[in-house]
């Protein structure tokens, strides 16, 4: 790596820090379920999805937090690191998704551990794309702290992130939505 290489990287680090500091400065150290709440709400309310795939850094954190704008695995790698940042257990869940026209596609969510159980959060489908301007309030938690019987009718964790590579086992979800 030469030296403006390092450059670059270092001002994409400090971008996404500022960011971060920005969000978990309206956390307590007390409430899991809000922490997990206020980071949820920011990435929804604060990002938008990418639906040209032809940007740079739409999977990653940089183009989520610094950029405001991602695909899927760019909003669950962002959930995961601010999770991590505040010692919430939480992973990152690749499988595949039925969306609302039904048709199944890859897709990338989060899985959390709140009070011993785990429970799955997606971002990305909390975050509606509105042609009128006005979302209603429960449209942005459809995805927020829900269990395997409402999950597993449209989100099928699959854990192979690459074609041929590990295949990584998840938690069990807790069958109820918290």
């Known amino acids: ?8 990287l270092i001002k994409q680090l400090g971008g996404i820090e500022q960011v971060r500091d920005e969000i978990l400065q309206n956390t307590t150290n007390n409430n899991t379920y809000q922490n997990i709440k206020i980071v949820h709400d920011y990435l929804v309310d604060n990002l938008q999805y990418d639906t040209s795939i032809s940007k740079k850094n739409i999977y990653n ?4 937090m610094v950029n405001k704008e991602c695909v899927c695995e760019g909003y669950a790698r962002s959930f995961k690191y601010l999770m991590d ?6 992973i990152l869940v690749i499988g595949k998704a039925t969306n609302s026209e039904n048709r199944t596609e890859n897709h990338a969510w ?31 938690i459809r995805f927020f702290l829900r269990g395997s019987n ?9 854990g192979q992130f690459t074609e041929g590579g590990k295949i990584f086992t998840y938690p069990n979800l807790s069958n109820q939505d918290y």
Do not use: R
């Open 110 to 140: 989060n899985y959390v551990q709140l009070n011993n159980n785990w429970y799955a959060i997606d971002c990305t489908w909390d975050d509606p794309v509105s042609t009128t301007g006005w979302v209603s309030e429960t449209s942005k």
């Open 150 to 158: 409402f999950m597993s009718k449209d989100h099928v964790p699959n």
């Open 85 to 90: 940042e505040l010692k919430i257990p939480c």
């Open 1 to 8: 790596m030469n030296f403006h290489q390092k450059q670059k």
């Open 61 to 64: 954190i940089y183009g989520a």
